[in-house]
């Protein structure tokens, strides 16, 4: 699995702090874990994570690869605010089994489990999460979710990400916008795939552009689309790809 990076925040400002910026409500912590993002502020994509109430401090789960960048982030609008940030001194455990004590179910599907944050070492129980993400449509950290993403196009409104209620955030405007629209014409969707063909294949349609075919498991796959031309046989490399 990607390492994950388990950060600590403390200070009284902290709750308030994150409620004016990431995508979801951060009064949930008191319900359990929160899947929320950082956007810029034209609503694209920074990075996705995991919160949880600890004590008076918050916990944040990101992927490794983002962190830096997101610590640096948090800093920047951090300003006068009571608010630290630091190493947790924690791992991340996660499975599909029975859930030990202490662990939270993870927030997006059933199917994807539970999380835990303790001092043993990194781990999970080996279930196929490639296969789990595809079967439900769940993008992850730097493969389906990129710096070009819109968060309602990669599905965050059905992985409880969101929240349209919460006030104002970064980059909440245009997410508001893209909500109130008719329809998305771009987005994450399930595919069905006959072969294979490498994360990032572009994938056509006669001779048009369709969209990008990402993970793949058990004869499916993820794939970000442009509806309109969605429809029908579609190919990226040498696998034929067609809308579940």
Known sequence: MTPRRILRLTGRDTVDFLQ???????ARLK????????????????????????????????????ADDLVRRLGMYKLRADVAIAPAGLNLQRGT?????????????????????????????GSDWDAIRV?????????????????????????????????????????????????????????????RAPVGTPITAGDKPVGTLYTQAGGAGLAYLRFDRAGGAMQAGDAQVALI
Not at 31 to 36: R, S
Not at 54 to 59: A, N, P, R, Y
Request: aromatic share 8%; net charge negative; proline share 7%.
């Open 97 to 125: 089994g029975p859930a030990p004590e202490g662990a939270l179910p993870d927030p997006r599907h059933p199917a994807m489990g539970w999380r835990a944050y303790t001092e043993a070492p990194a781990s999970d129980d």
């Open 20 to 26: 004016g910026l990431v995508t979801n409500d951060v």
């Open 135 to 195: 079967a439900h449509g769940i993008p992850e950290s730097g493969i389906e979710l990129t710096a070009d993403t819109f968060i309602l196009e990669a599905g965050f409104e059905t992985l409880n990400g969101v929240d349209f209620r919460k006030g104002c955030y970064v980059g909440q405007e245009v997410t508001a916008r893209m909500k109130h629209k008719t329809e998305l014409r771009k987005g994450l969707a399930r595919v069905a795939v006959t072969g």
């Open 31 to 66: 319900d359990g874990l929160v899947y929320a993002a950082l956007l810029t502020p034209q609503g694209k994509y920074i990075a996705d994570f995991f919160l949880a109430r600890d004590g008076e401090s918050v916990l944040l789960d990101v992927a490794e690869p983002l």
